[in-house]
């Protein structure tokens, strides 16, 4: 087996781009190994959520287009398919917000995610039960319309309705959004769960710094659209520009990579050149 | 008790009018859940989905096969239509899918004409617009057997696609699709293959409608104004509700026979016309997302 084939999602140098001007992207490559949980790490429009709709082809729907760069998922090219194609292949996302079909049920919203398997009433209710086994709380609020769930609840909606697919790999943007941290001790939980037990690879897009490298083998951390740093997920929580700046460690104010280096080189003139 | 039949006569022959006017109203909701627009062609659909009828039986097509051709006909208008027009502006702001749909409207009513003429063409479906006897004689009432056989048809197809909606994968997919057309996306339901559902849908309900409508007052361009009734019974019903579809129409049918015969003669007659959008109006300022609205979920 070549090495290329061990990781399941290979992005190399890709830029994107929206409305045919806005780059939001300019230079991210980052890879998946098979069956590891990767956390995509930035704070608010560094980018993450276009790497991920880049990957699951939802960019189209938002007039975004990767302009440079290729993506390779499970050893093929990602170019032409469009996001029902992904998910066909093993490809899903949990979009950032939840985004639970508010007026269907909990069952149902979970059932919805099996739209592109073909299977008997049988074979739902299995995988239902499946799933229900790694989201208890959702077993016991399957009736209930969604919209009137907690938020945490509908996260977990949003998740399982994506295990439903029977992904290989998921895309999760911002799982931890607005929940309190129980919550979300939680759902990564049944992340690492879903990784272990089913062998499902993760990508994993953060501004949670702390709680993603801790669930997370590996991370990249982006900013403006380029990729600033990246280790296995020990080596990024012990990294001291990590822990001054996403960790909450540092008393100062800084705000990114390009401070610290701007002032590093501020400190010491001949940094750069050395 | 004369004077009590009568009314009853009058409320029954407005709730199986009525009937069809949810029909219509219901093509209505299925795109604006699907889409988020009014669909200002559901009118045009209406006479262009009739009128090819009659033209199919004119070329000496027998009814059956006229009716299911009709429905492949606007099967695959929906199929252009989302093609053509919805897809390419599928990011594009509200009011420029309403604007689409109005221009839809026109390229409908053109089609139809340009294909069929536009003189007013007699529609025989062998039921005839006059009382039923048997009802007659057990109740002592007059009801159309026209009026009858619509309220019945519309009633089977909106229960059908209700159970549809309700218990299949394509009406869950629909659903989805209703509430985020993102989130549905993401989890591979094809949004292209649900819109032409929607449509095809869309078309069958103003095939039957128009045939009802045309079989009492000739296959014409009034069609058009007469399924835009649907508007007030949305403003009642509420636009993405179903039950408020049906529950309007009937509202709208009822109470616009009655205020016709007991009001009209005080306006001169013929506000059949006008009265539901007055009517529209009151409901408008009294309850402004409809009776059935569906209360909008906000995300924790
Ligand atoms: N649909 C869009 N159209 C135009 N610009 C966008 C769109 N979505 C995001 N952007 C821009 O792209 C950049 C990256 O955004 P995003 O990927 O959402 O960041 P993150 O998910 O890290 O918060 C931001 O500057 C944002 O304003
Ligand atoms: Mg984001």
New binding site residues.
Partial sequence: MTASTDNILEIDAIEVV??GV?A?VHDVSLTVPRGKIVALL?G????????LKAISTMLAA???MVTKGTITYDGKPVKDQGPADMVRLGMVQVL?GRRCFAHLTVEENIIAGAYSRKLSKAEIRNELEKIYTYFKRLRERRKSQAGFTSGGEQQMVAVARAMMAKPKMLLLDEPSMGLAPQLVAEIFNIVNTLNQKEGVSILL?EQNTNVALRNADYGYIIET?HVMLHGTAQSLLNDEKVKDLYLGVSKEGRKNFRDVLRRESAVHPDFHQA | MTDFLFFIEVVVAGLLAGTMYSLVALGFVLIYKASSTFNFAQGAMVFFAVLAFVGFMELGLPFVVAFFVTIVLMGLVGFFTERLVLKPLMNQSEDTLLMATIGLGFVLEGLAQAAWGVEVRRLDLGIGDFPIPWIIDSTGLFISALDLTAGLVAAVLIIGLALLFKYTKMGLGLRAVADDPGAASSIGIPLGNIMLLVWTAAGIVALVAGMMWGARAGVQFALVDLALKALPVLIIGGFSSIPGAIVGGLIIGASEKVLEVYVGPYFGGAIEGWAPYVLAIFFLLWRPEGLFGEKIIRRV
């Fill in positions: 929206y409305d806005i939001a930035g608010n429009g560094a980018g993450k959520s276009t790497t938002e007039r975004g950032e897009a659209g």
